[in-house]
Each structure stands twice: as C-alpha cells, then as structure tokens.
C-alpha cells in the first residue's frame, strides 16, 4: 500500500464531522489565518452562530482539521467559508466537509448550493466541479486583493428536488 493511502485510510477512520460551537472559534481562528489573505476575524464568526447558518467541522479527536460555514436564504444553500488546515489539506478533507454540506443541505430541502471562489483558486475551482459544481456567473472585483481586486466565480449545484 502506498504510504499516502495508507494515510487517508487511517484518518478518514477516525475523522467524524459535527456541528461547531462557539467554543471551537479559537481553533477556527487558528486555521482560518493559514487559509486566507485576507481571513475572517472572531466578531465575524461570532456572528454566524445563528439559526439559519450552519457551521460543520472535521474533527479528529479533539483537533479540529478543518470547517465549512454555510447560510440558508429561503432555498439556497450560501457557502460562506470552506477551509482545511494546512497540514491536512491534501488528505480529503477539504472533499469530506463538501460532501457533508452538500448532504445536509438538500436534506433540509435548500434548493441548491451557491458559491463564491477567486478565480486563481485553481485547487478550490478543482475540488468544486469534481463534486458537480458548474459556472453561473461572475463578480468583477468581489475580493480584496492587492494591488488590484480580484474577481469571484459563482459556482451553482443544483439540488434534487430543484425543478
Ligand atoms: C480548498 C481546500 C478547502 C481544499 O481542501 P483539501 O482538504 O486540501 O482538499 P482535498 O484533499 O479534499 O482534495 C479535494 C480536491 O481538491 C483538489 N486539490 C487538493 N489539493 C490539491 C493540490 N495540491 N493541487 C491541485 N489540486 C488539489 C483536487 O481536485 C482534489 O481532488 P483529488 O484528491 O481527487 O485529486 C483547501 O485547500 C483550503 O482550505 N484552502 C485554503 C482556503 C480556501 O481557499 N478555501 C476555499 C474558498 S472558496
């Protein structure tokens, strides 16, 4: 077996996916700063524990891998923030928390699932289609970036029940 499999197995094993709480926002925090240019602070992830959010983590054991933050507006599904750890990013995490959402979300009969990517997140754009997301749009300059704004993807999937 090669060792990488022998990796993903071990972990996919004893990862588990649950819903956060306000106490995980200082290991969010933690990931969130390897993940972006521009991270989230605490007042914002303080703010999406509401009923119309959703805040999924990947735990493994105690140590959180990695989480997805996603709001329903009427029978959407918005993926607010999706972010692995960078030490496990590589190992299906990133894919495991999407499932979950995915799953969950057409569970609770949101319609579809929207999102926004930069349009140089090659990895993301990747892990997005694999799972049946398609292009619907574009928002010149939606994120901050320097020297110039850079452009978001809007990527739809449409959910079961979606007629
Ligand atoms: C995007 C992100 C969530 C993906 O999570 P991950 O756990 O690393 O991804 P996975 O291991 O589940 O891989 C899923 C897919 O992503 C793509 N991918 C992952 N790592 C990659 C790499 N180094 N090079 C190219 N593609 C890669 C592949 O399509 C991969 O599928 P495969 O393993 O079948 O080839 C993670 O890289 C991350 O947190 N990035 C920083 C924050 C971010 O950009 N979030 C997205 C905002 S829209």
């Known amino acids: 077996m090669e060792p990488e499999q022998s990796y993903r197995q071990v972990a996919s094993a004893t990862r588990r996916i649950r819903s956060l709480a306000p106490t995980d926002i200082p ?3 933690s990931i969130e700063l390897t993940g972006y240019s521009h991270p989230w602070s605490e007042a914002i992830f303080r703010d999406c524990f509401r009923p119309d959010y ?3 983590g990947l735990a493994d054991g105690d140590g959180l891998q990695g989480y997805a933050v ?5 029978d959407e599904a918005h993926l607010l923030n999706l972010c692995v750890g ?3 990013r590589g190992s299906g995490a990133g894919r495991l928390l999407l499932r979950h959402l995915i799953r969950e979300s057409f569970r609770e009969h949101m319609q579809r699932v929207l999102l926004e990517v930069r349009r ?3 990895i993301a754009i990747d892990l997005y289609k ?3 997301f398609v292009q619907i749009g ?3 300059g939606y994120y901050p970036a320097s020297p110039v704004r850079e452009d978001a993807l809007v ?9």
């Open 54 to 56: 959703r805040l999924w």
């Open 155 to 163: 990527l739809a999937l449409e959910g079961p029940e979606a007629g």
């Open 130 to 132: 694999t799972e049946g």
């Open 70 to 74: 996603v709001a329903y507006l009427f």
């Open 86 to 88: 960078a030490r496990w």
């Open 138 to 140: 574009e928002r010149p």
């Open 27 to 29: 290991d969010i925090l």
């Open 120 to 122: 140089s997140n090659a």
